[in-house]
């Protein structure tokens, strides 16, 4: 998508699912698509059980304030951030703060955790969320994926889950979590991407693309993006186990045949002037 107006139209549409999601009582309830990542139940059990099967423990669900699990992720970024006490980390896509509480409880007082969201009713639930948790190094701020209200080099790692998919221009994305992202700083994302081409009629249907599968990449697709930002040491593992709960994103539609799960991790290199001079402190 280059055109500006096809673009803020597709954010628009994605705005107003999870606008609807953010309000959601019953499941589907957003896009019509069952137990995706867009319209789960606010049923507390049926998303722990979501959530375990995307790879959190019961221990991290059951540490986080009520209703910030709502389902939505495709995996567990963090379980591959090797976040650190102290560190900045940003979250894309931060829906009801789930994966941001998290991280906040890894990076501890002397870390940042910062969630963007482009749904203003989805940043609300977030901030009422840390309010009920009272995390005081999580906070929460409006803004799109693709322009970013940060600083340059302001974090040591970027966590995204299920979001970046949405996107209509992943290429700027990427461009963007590269101008935050300190040196030596780290990309880790769950996300869904495409194994095969995705029929037209799959990209162009509304339910797919608000449920993060009709506007998924390929994968080669994906890792020239990220190179072509400036990342190096670019890792896209698709798990293939996946297909089993996407399968149940869109009964009997087969995106299943199309699209998987997968961790994506990149590094922002650190120059080797930087670097020499390190080695000289050191």
């Known amino acids: 998508m280059t055109n500006h107006h096809e673009q803020d139209d597709h954010r628009q549409k994605v705005r107003s699912a999870y606008a609807k999601v953010a309000h959601a009582e ?29 790879g ?16 939505l992720g495709c995996g567990n970024p963090g379980a591959i951030a090797s976040l650190k006490p102290g560190e900045v980390v940003v979250d894309l896509g931060a829906g009801g703060g789930f994966d941001c509480f998290l991280a906040a409880q ?36 409006l803004g799109e994926i693709e322009y970013l209200p940060l600083a340059d080099a302001s974090a040591d790692v970027i966590l995204s889950n299920c979001v970046i998919n949405l996107s209509p221009d992943k290429p700027q994305v990427f461009r963007e979590a590269f101008r935050v992202l300190k040196p030596g700083g780290r990309l880790a994302i769950s996300d ?73 991790e990149a590094v922002k290199a650190i120059p080797a002037a930087i670097a020499s001079e390190d080695q000289k402190m050191a």
Request: proline content about 3%; glycine content about 10%.
């Open 106 to 141: 890894e990076v501890g007082e002397h870390g940042r955790v910062i969630g963007i969201d482009m749904t203003p009713d989805m940043l609300s639930k977030a901030r009422q969320n840390a309010a009920r948790g009272q995390y005081t190094n999580v906070e929460f701020r």
């Open 26 to 54: 019953s499941a589907g309830d957003c896009c019509g698509v069952e137990s995706s990542c867009c319209g789960v139940s606010d049923d507390q059990a049926i998303n722990t059980l979501i959530s375990t099967r995307l």
């Open 192 to 264: 869904v991407v495409a194994t095969v081409e995705l029929p037209e009629a799959m990209r162009q249907d509304e339910q797919l693309i608000a449920g993060c599968m009709g506007n998924a990449s390929l994968i080669e697709e994906l890792e020239q993006m990220i190179t072509a930002a400036g990342f190096s040491g670019v890792r896209i593992a698709p798990k293939d186990e996946s297909r089993a709960f996407i399968r149940d994103w869109a009964p009997g539609r087969g995106v299943e045949d199309y699209v998987v799960s997968a961790t994506i």
């Open 56 to 71: 959190y423990s019961t221990a991290q669900l059951t540490s986080v304030p009520g209703g910030a699990d709502m389902g």
